[in-house]
């Protein structure tokens, strides 16, 4: 059965054997075997691939410059620790959607594309869905290569490392080939668990939702010998900020995390000299989000530092008129919004017809190595994704 | 002049270019270096240098066996991003002594040893003092050898891949070498500068201070998809003791800081699953101090987690005696007390003779790349040290 055989295949890529959890940061060794895997699964489906220049991979069936295409897939890398899951299920039910039209016998009446967005969790440089923000314009070459991980090493300088070029960078003639675009993702919270009515629904729309970053100062100093009242210790302010954000966030009808923190220089007897934190802020209302931001912003001025926007994304609706295709070949399936972003919001966001298929997730757990969805669920949603590509490829483009 | 070509040999090892603090560890390249330098310095005098089972390094003037002898110096490691004085002050002032002493043609009455004790930040396996616990039996050596640095390394391959064996642990023929122990260390307070009376004082006694972890457990989830009841996020926990040890610390004149944490997998769109968190907690009376530790234990249980004793050190008066011969010798110099931990600690709660000497601190920062002693100050220590030794070695043993 290939949907099996597909995930069997990913499932000791990238993973930590102490957390269980998957590590799969963007051009790293773990994302190069990710790659050759995707390039093989297109290999033997007889999928002609191509990247465009920001590294994002195309398995076309059928020659996608008489398109434009219908378009489906996610991404392979992933957070640090994640789930299986969040991504590859995208993927993997892509091939797997070829191979049951195939298998029916059906010829499509205008290209299907497969796609790889890289960089997507922006678990290396920090900005998340840095392959399809690059490719449609919405992310500035000169900023994401001057991007630097904890390592210091730039994108500029992991692209030449993962054999790529550093042109970069919108790419018109790949978002020709792109009539619409589907993408099927594990739910990542327990909207479709507690309506218990399907495995899938649809999406409606992604949350407004952005990442800042607060520079809060100190001054390093000994942590036994420096009196009380002598102290900038910077860990006081991000205590402050860290509990803030979840009491504006209850406030506000938004939530706000803390799940990044550098501390300089890190020693158990020292004072701290620099405390950096990010905080990641979304909501189902712009207005919402932004008051929690507010009241962040004002507190880290107060406390010396400088509260930093490292990237926003407006509340995303998908294409009306595709949602409701989806829904009715779906038999009115839920129709879900959802606080995570995709790259296919990003699509979206350029006029791009584009929607969602979520798969049901028991727990609602994600970005965790207990992420999980359950096999019969992931299999219909290869049977959605099946049917919904059956219906749009059959349609004039 | 000796103390200053000593000094400048010394500037460069182990300095990260960014930060202009040293980044000093235990067994690592940098620590290589340095017990060069040390051995190089100890030859270029005729010392014969001995290492003890620890690896902690002892240059004697005279035959060690002959004694007890005078021992003194203290330790060449440094905290992340450390200055240039904490430890090598008191080396370099050793040596410079030593020169001192030739110079006048002075011929010791017993033996004096200039000692590197290693491993004194625990900057890398989190024990402060682990050269001089493990020498005096204060650290037992299974517990030392498996202690674990950030990259999972344990201090036994850490001493294996150092070229050192592993049969660390008290050492008894060494200790009997040591008659008295005089540590010569920069303040890390304002104590001599506030007083604004002499550039050394004479240290009276050493806080009781302690280190201690907190556990806090979390559950890993989408930072954009889990509705804040649902969440189980050790960052609130975190900051909530962090706010709540300095405010202990106020109401019970102590002081308490929180500077190394570990966030888990400390990913921006990740609700963290674990925090680690370090308290660094001292004062004046034992009694404050555990006033203080008692409430961020009782915090930490109320969230899940384990407050974890990883060291701790009674208060630790110096030797009367030889305090007050150290104060007469210099002229009644200041006698302060000091919240640091030093390697003279370890050996004074030994029962072995033991004092200090502290050179003033203009500024009182210490464990951060701007801490600094004028010149003149620390050749006023060099001074005071060697009329400290001429009095002690010219007397009986």
Known sequence: MSFDELWADLSDVGRDPRSGGYRRFAWTRADAELREWFAGAAARRGLDVTVDRCGNQWAW???????????????????????????????????????????????????????????EEGARFGIACAGSRLLTGALAPERALALRDADGVTMADALAAAGRGTDVGRDDETLRRVGAFVELHVEQGRGLADLDAAPVAVASAIWPHGRFRADLPGEANHAGTTRLPDRRDPTLAYARLVLAARDAAERHDAVATCGKVRVEPNGVNAIPSHVTAWVDARGPREADVRAVLGELSSLTERAGGAFVEESWTAETPFDATLRDRLVATLSGVPVLATGAGHDAGILAAQGIPTGMIFVRNPTGVSHSPAEFAERADCLAGVTALTAVLEDLLGAPA
Chains 1, 2 share one sequence.
């Open 61 to 119: 069936w059928g020659d996608p410059d008489t398109g434009p295409g219908i378009v489906t897939g996610s991404h392979l890398d992933s957070v640090p620790d994640g789930g299986a899951f969040d991504g590859p299920l995208g993927v993997v039910s892509a091939f797997a959607a070829v191979d049951a039209l195939r298998d029916k016998g059906f010829q499509p009446g205008r290209p299907l594309g497969v796609v790889n967005f890289c960089d």
